[in-house]
T-cell receptor, first 114, second 118 residues
């Protein structure tokens, strides 16, 4: 039972265009969301995050949008560059007692073509 | 600043053998984590250590043990390896993992250990 779903396993985009990666979640207790990027043979690296009290967070070419009523978030990359080609993971965080749990999606593989 | 380092990078074991995966971080982070990543399964938390001296089970702890040796080091041990433990293992650390404040801090990952159990 996937609580965090990335329904598109892969996405191909032309260099310079917008990449939109989507993520849906089912647990309304999630209150913080993170996007990670992963290159082959490397560990994931943090990209951008958003708290559930916001609906948008921007960092350079990367913007994350959160629609709480739809339990949906998306990562926009504008303009896309070949170096953005990687697997992108969406992760959601919720309190679990005195700690927090982080649940990961399965990832979307982005290919940016020159 | 090396960040999070993991050894070894690759390992092949026979069923029933034991081994320890090592992880160290030099960022003075409080919390450390062990994940496994399998095809089609995303990242799943095996164990974590919210602070030095404490360890807790994650989503898939069976067949593993951990030791938080000090603030820097967090090791993962397979006592009797099974083919189902063939995976890529990632260690991560964060400044604060949770706790009473509930603060969410980004996790920094090591490069991973690719383990094959025959």
């Amino acid at each position: 039972d996937q609580q965090v779903k990335q329904n598109s396993p892969s996405l191909s985009v032309q260099e310079g265009r917008i990449s939109i990666l989507n993520c849906d979640y089912t647990n309304s207790m999630f209150d913080y969301f993170l996007w990670y990027k992963k290159y082959p043979a490397e560990g994931p690296t943090f990209l951008i995050s958003i708290s559930s009290i916001k609906d948008k967070n921007e960092d350079g070419r990367f913007t994350v949008f959160l629609n709480k009523s739809a339990k949906h978030l998306s990562l926009h990359i504008v303009p896309s560059q070949p170096g953005d080609s990687a697997v992108y993971f969406c992760a959601a965080s919720a309190r679990a007692g005195n700690n927090r749990k982080l649940i990961w999606g399965l990832g979307t593989s982005l290919a940016v073509n020159p | 600043n090396a960040g999070v380092t993991q050894t070894p990078k690759f390992q092949v074991l026979k069923t029933g053998q034991s081994m320890t995966l090592q992880c160290a971080q030099d960022m003075n982070h409080n919390s450390m984590y062990w994940y496994r990543q399998d095809p089609g399964m995303g990242l799943r938390l095996i164990y974590y250590s919210a602070s030095e001296g404490t360890t807790d089970k994650g989503e898939v702890p069976n067949g593993y043990n951990v030791s938080r040796l000090n603030k820097r080091e967090f090791s993962l041990r397979l006592e009797s390896a099974a083919p189902s433990q063939t995976s890529v293992y990632f260690c991560a650390s964060s400044k604060i993992g949770g706790g009473l404040g509930g603060t969410v801090n980004e996790q920094f990952f090591g490069p991973g250990t690719r383990l094959t159990v025959l």
